[in-house]
């Protein structure tokens, strides 16, 4: 028996040409070069603006390439970001427990 791979192709909704088709967001048509899949791509951009836009907590980085003074200091700063949090955390809570 051959071993033969499965292709997928999929319509260009531009041209009405079928293209191959790797089931990616940022597959374009052969013929014309149009997205075969303009919703996945548009929700694919979507997704990566939410993730973008989300309002977390930001410590500092302490990198590789960091070493001695500089990541003694970092070391510092994000330990009383965290503490500075855990703080936080625990009078919200101490709020809410008081609150009911």
Do not use: N
């Not at 973008?52 to 510092?76: A, N, R, S």
């Amino acid at each position: 028996m051959a071993d033969k791979k499965m292709v997928s192709t999929k319509k260009c909704p531009a041209c009405q040409q079928w293209s191959h088709w790797q089931q990616l967001a940022t597959d374009r048509c052969e013929h014309c070069g149009a997205l075969l899949d303009p919703r996945a791509h548009a929700d694919a951009q979507q997704r990566v603006a939410q993730e973008q836009q989300k309002g977390g907590i930001e410590l500092i980085e302490i990198g590789p390439e960091d070493k001695g003074l500089v990541w003694f200091f970092k070391t510092i700063i994000r330990s009383g970001q965290l503490l500075f949090i855990a703080i936080l955390g625990f009078i919200v809570w101490l709020v809410t427990a008081i609150a009911g």
